[in-house]
């Protein structure tokens, strides 16, 4: 754990900058202060940050994220962004360990996004991020916003090397998927992005079996899994799914069994697929691969 915040410069005789920094907790050393704080949980953290300027910066870094998750002491909030009766976003939070579970409003949300639609929304790190979108008056857009949980702040970070809207927006190996969806001045359909979060940076790329209309994504087994459409002929799903060893994407023929009962907005808890299956009535379907 590095040293953060609250130090003092003091200059040696050598003209060399020394940093000096009080200790996190008086009379202890502060590898056993650090995680007798990363012991509290994560609702007292706003406390915390008010207690010294010190503990405000230890508690908003990235390494304290990083040393919560490596002593398996993160916590796992839902985020869920959601259109009031003005049909304008917002965005809430639930602490589902809590006895009272109730979901509270993140204020400030960027203004213009309010009335896009289409966007992505993505949690990496200790950090939301809202992706793209596009509006009736307003073509799709490029910009990207974080939300740092740690801080209750939101910033904007680098823009998406390709305008998209209705895209799919998926978190594989640290990095941000964004892939295809619609976007008017895109001059390649099977285009999509990976955002390096440590550069804040974006990387495209091409690949033909990408398309532009897409309806649903879900991670699995360490890929990404695309639903592009069903055919209203013979009910067969289309979808494709990208191998990060190859880094390219292919028809998911391999995963016939799994793709064939991918008929609605899907997500995978604990390597199980759950479908709300709404072709005949609504149903929640589940999928797990046989053990061999």
């Known amino acids: 754990m590095e040293h953060l915040g609250g130090g003092k410069e003091l200059s040696n005789n050598n003209n060399e900058v020394e940093v000096t920094y009080p200790p996190i907790i008086c009379g202890l050393p502060d590898d056993i202060s650090l995680f007798c704080l ?3 949980p994560r609702k007292y ?15 908003s870094s990235e390494d304290w ?37 109730c ?16 966007m992505g929304f993505e949690v990496l790190g200790k950090k939301l991020y809202l992706l793209g979108g ?30 998209r809207c209705y895209f799919a927006c998926e978190v594989l190996d640290e990095k941000i998927y964004a892939i295809g969806g619609l976007g008017s001045n895109s001059s390649d359909p099977h285009s999509w992005d990976t955002y390096n979060p ?14 532009p209309a897409i309806e649903d994504s879900v ?42 009962g991918w008929r609605g907005p899907a997500v995978v808890v604990d390597g199980t697929l759950y479908v709300l299956d709404q072709s005949s009535g609504t149903r929640l379907m589940m999928w797990q691969k046989a053990n061999l």
């Open 103 to 118: 979901w509270k409003l993140i204020q400030a949300l960027p203004p213009c996004s309010l009335k896009r639609k289409g």
């Open 134 to 163: 596009c509006g009736w008056s307003e073509d799709a857009t490029d910009e990207v916003y974080s939300y740092d949980a740690s801080m209750n702040t939101w910033t904007e970070a680098a823009p998406m090397s390709t305008a």
């Open 45 to 59: 953290h706003s406390l915390l940050k008010c207690v010294s300027r010190r503990w405000r910066d230890v508690i």
């Open 219 to 260: 991670v699995m087994d360490g890929k990404i899994y695309i639903r592009c459409g069903t055919s209203a002929v013979t009910s067969h799903v289309y979808a494709v799914v990208y191998e990060p060893s190859s880094g390219t994407w292919q028809h998911a023929d391999a995963d016939a069994d799994m793709v064939s």
């Open 198 to 211: 440590w550069t804040n940076s974006w990387k495209s790329h091409s690949d033909l079996n990408i398309v």
């Open 65 to 101: 994220h990083s040393y919560r998750q490596k002593h398996k002491l993160d916590e796992t909030w839902i985020y869920a962004l959601c259109r009031d009766k003005f049909d304008q976003i917002c965005c809430y939070v639930l602490d589902p360990t809590s006895s009272r579970r």
């Open 38 to 40: 990363a012991k509290v």
